[in-house]
Every structure is written in structure tokens, then in C-alpha cells.
């Protein structure tokens, strides 16, 4: 889990609405197995759960990546 601020939580989750391709309608079509499942991402208040929107979406959004990327220790990023 990489951690994001409460003031972030509203960029995060129009950028998952916006630009994820695994996002629809507000479900995860990578968790899909005949059944919807809601996106992770767009339910968490903490932090980035979803490995591809970290990875693959976020990038995206230059400044927002920053700023996220300040809210891990050395540490944590070693690990990511």
C-alpha cells in the first residue's frame, strides 16, 4: 500500500475514472469473474492499493505522481 493524503483522495479518484482502462462504471474489470466487484481504488481513503493504477495510471499525471511519491519513506520505496 503506498500511502496518499486526505487532500489527494478526490485527485486519485477522477484520475481512476478518467484514465484507468481496467475501470468502468466503477467496477474493476481486472477483478472480474462474472461477477462486478467495485474498483479497489476507488474505495480506499488511505492509500493506493491497486498495483496497476500505481504502476500504469498514475505516472500519468505528473504532478499528482509527484506528490505521492513524497508521502513514502526511502525505505517503502526500495520495496515498491
Same mark, same amino acid.
Given at each position: @500500500?503506498?500511502?496518499? !493524503?486526505?487532500? &489527494?483522495?478526490?485527485?486519485?479518484?477522477?484520475?481512476? +475514472? $478518467?484514465? *484507468?482502462?481496467?475501470? &468502468? %462504471?466503477? *467496477? *474493476? #474489470? #481486472?477483478? %472480474? %469473474?462474472? %461477477? $462486478?466487484?467495485? *474498483?479497489? &481504488?476507488? #474505495? $480506499?481513503?488511505?492509500g493506493i492499493y491497486c498495483n496497476?493504477?500505481?504502476?500504469?495510471? #498514475?505516472?500519468?499525471?505528473? @504532478?499528482?505522481?509527484? $506528490?505521492?511519491? &513524497?508521502?513514502?519513506?526511502? !525505505?517503502? +520505496? !526500495?520495496?515498491?
Amino acid at each position: @500500500m503506498v500511502p496518499i !493524503k486526505p487532500e &489527494q483522495i478526490e485527485q486519485v479518484n477522477a484520475l481512476v +475514472r $478518467s484514465a *484507468c482502462a481496467n475501470c &468502468q %462504471d466503477g *467496477c *474493476c #474489470l #481486472l477483478l %472480474d %469473474d462474472g %461477477d $462486478s466487484y467495485p *474498483c479497489v &481504488q476507488l #474505495l $480506499s481513503i488511505s492509500g493506493i492499493y491497486c498495483n496497476y493504477f500505481y504502476y500504469s495510471v #498514475l505516472p500519468t499525471d505528473k @504532478m499528482l505522481y509527484r $506528490s505521492v511519491i &513524497q508521502n513514502i519513506n526511502y !525505505k517503502e +520505496r !526500495k520495496t515498491l
